[in-house]
């Protein structure tokens, strides 16, 4: 293998090592005025998530 081969493929993980630790740990922030409702988890306890909307699918009627 070339030397050139060898250093682009040790850059490209190095980078990918590098990059995989980026990010927020938690729970996602929501913007501003994003509706919120109250939701139970299996385990009894309650946490706070945004409203999903009512969007009707056209298979429903076959669905449900």
């Given at each position: 293998?070339?030397?050139?081969?060898?250093t682009a493929?040790?850059?490209a993980l190095a980078?990918?090592?590098a990059l995989s630790g980026c990010g927020k740990k938690g729970n996602p922030e929501y913007p501003t005025g994003t509706p919120m409702e109250q939701r139970a988890s299996p385990d009894g306890s309650t946490h706070?998530?945004?409203k999903k909307p009512t969007r009707p699918f056209v298979?429903?009627?076959?669905?449900n």
């Open positions: 293998m070339p030397i050139a081969r060898v493929v040790a850059l980078a990918a090592v706070k998530a945004p298979l429903d009627p076959l669905l």
